[in-house]
Structure formats: C-alpha cells, structure tokens
C-alpha cells in the first residue's frame, strides 16, 4: 500500500466528512434564502398588477419548472465541482431532433421523444468523457459542446423552427403538455424531478461520493470513491434533463425551435448560484435550487409586469450572479482567515506564570 495513502487517508477522511456535512446542512442560508423569496413574492404581489392571480403564478410556476428541471442536474455538476454550459443549447436541440423525427422520418411521438432524450443523455455522456477521461476542463468542453449544438440546430432547421404535425388526440402530449384541471402536468413533472434529485443528493450513496468529490477530489480518491465515474454520472444525468425539458417544451409549444435556448442556460446558471450552490464544489442542495428558481422565476415575471423589458430582466439576472459569487467568495476568505487565526492561537505558547 503506498506509504502517502497511509499518511494522510484520515486527515484527508476528516476534511472529506467535513465537506459532505458543510454541503448537507446549511439550515440558516436556505432559511434566508427562502425569506427572501417570500419577501420578493410579497412585494410584487401589492406592485405588480396581476401578478397575484391564479393564471398568472401557474404560468410562472409552469415556465420556471423548465429551470429547475435542468438545475437539478447542474446542482449536481456544481457540487461535484463541474459545470454545463452547453443545457440550454441541448434542450434547443432535442425539440429540434423530436420534430425531425416527427415530421421527416414519421416516427410516433412516444418513439421520438425517447429518441431525443437518448441524445440529450449521448450529449452529456459526450461531455462528461472529456472532462474526465481526456481531461479537458469542463468549463471549455462545454463551451465548445455548446458551439457544436447550436451549429448543429441552425443547420438542420436553416434558423426556421420545426413545426409539429397535428395530433391532439395523442396521450403523449396529454402526459407532456396538459393539465389536470387547472395545474400544467409540465409542473408535476417538475414535482417528481426535485423529490427524486433531493432524495439522491442528500440520502445516497451517489449523493455522499457527489459531495465528497467536489468538497476535496484527492480526499475522496484516497478514500476509495471513483470520482472520475461520479463526475461523469452527473455530466449524464444533466444531458438526460435537459433532454427531458426539450420534449417538455416541444410537446407544448408543438415546435422545434433552435433558438430557444439562447438564454435559458443563465436563468439556470444564476438559479443554481442564487440557491446557495458552491462554485467551487463541496455544497449546494436541490432545495437551494428550488428556491433560486422560483426568485428567478418571480424576477422575469414581476418585473415585466413593473413594466421592465425583458432585456432589462437579464441585465437584473446578471448583476445577481455577480454580487453573489461575490459575496461567496468574500465569506469563504473571511473563513479561512478565521481558521487561520484560531490555528495560530491554538498553536501559541501559554504565558509563563
């Protein structure tokens, strides 16, 4: 057995338990962060005219159940110290490939949704083998997955969205785009995608190595956690969802559009970063991302209805990246220095009496 193993496995086992825990349990931001969510619903729902309707906070609900479909599987990435830049340009792509598949090759809507979600999940598969086996950092497979993707939607469709054939009556839309009296079944979906990502992260096996992994890669191989496989599961698991939400969105839009998601993957991003996800790995919960959503959700609707542009809502969205990354980044500084002081204290001869 290597001498190094021997040496520093359980200090290494005494950082990486620390990290599973500081990721699991942190009560008191995710209560802030769920204050500030209700203040924020509070606000607009005494300014913003309608937006305290029924319509309205289930359109809300059902545009950003979109976001935390996807967040999910960022959550993952994040805290597994990675990220996918390229979800929004592979949810673009599955409603492309799902009309292709309906229109030109006259498959049946059931075979082509499974068809589209197979290569949103090859997509993440595709990243994840960069990453981990060739070693390319995530930051640039991504960004080049995203080129790839958007280059592929433009050149299938020619720029021009891909219109569904015409059937209602099929149970396939009826489980992807209905409702239940007045609830969209799109927000049930969401339902079981955050009980399911909240159930693996916090109470697995997977979601123990996903923290320990992110919290201290050495740490966890010394331990014995395959984190080239954890990482890469993860890189899977965020292609499989934004496959899931690109048959969503097809199956109610009844379109393949290649443009639509140009700017879903900052109203990801900044809902994972507003919902207390480390950038740097480590901790992050699905609640967290639950909650971030529904302040980004809350933002893009209660400021248009404030009477600000749309464009003026990412301008918003932006600035709230920046500032918490910020202010993640302040705390962590701030906490290490603290560490370092009470070592060099701890560490400081007693006085002679």
Known sequence: MNTETQTFTPTRLDELNHARLRGRKAPARELALTAVALLLFGFFSLFAAYFFTLDNVLDMARVSTSILIVGIGLTFLFVAGELDLSVGANVALTTVVMGLLLTDAGQSPLLAALLALAMAAGVGAVNGFFVTLVGVPSFIVTLAMLSVLAGTSLMLTSGIPVNFPADSDSWMYSVTAGSIGQVPVVIIWGA?????????????????????TGGDAHAAHAAGIKTART?????????????????????WLRQGDPSSGDAFTLQVIAAVILGGVALTGGAGSVYGTLVGTAIVGMLANGLVLLGVTSNATQLFVGLIIIAVASLELGLKRKTRLTRRLRTLT??????ER
């Open 192 to 212: 079981v995608a955050f009980v399911v990502g909240a159930f693996l992260l916090r109470f697995t096996v997977f979601g123990y190595h996903v923290y320990a």
């Open 231 to 251: 990482r890469f599961a993860c890189f899977v698991l965020t292609g499989f969802l934004a496959g899931l939400v690109g048959v969503l969105q097809g199956c």
């Open 346 to 351: 701890s560490r400081s001869p007693s006085p």
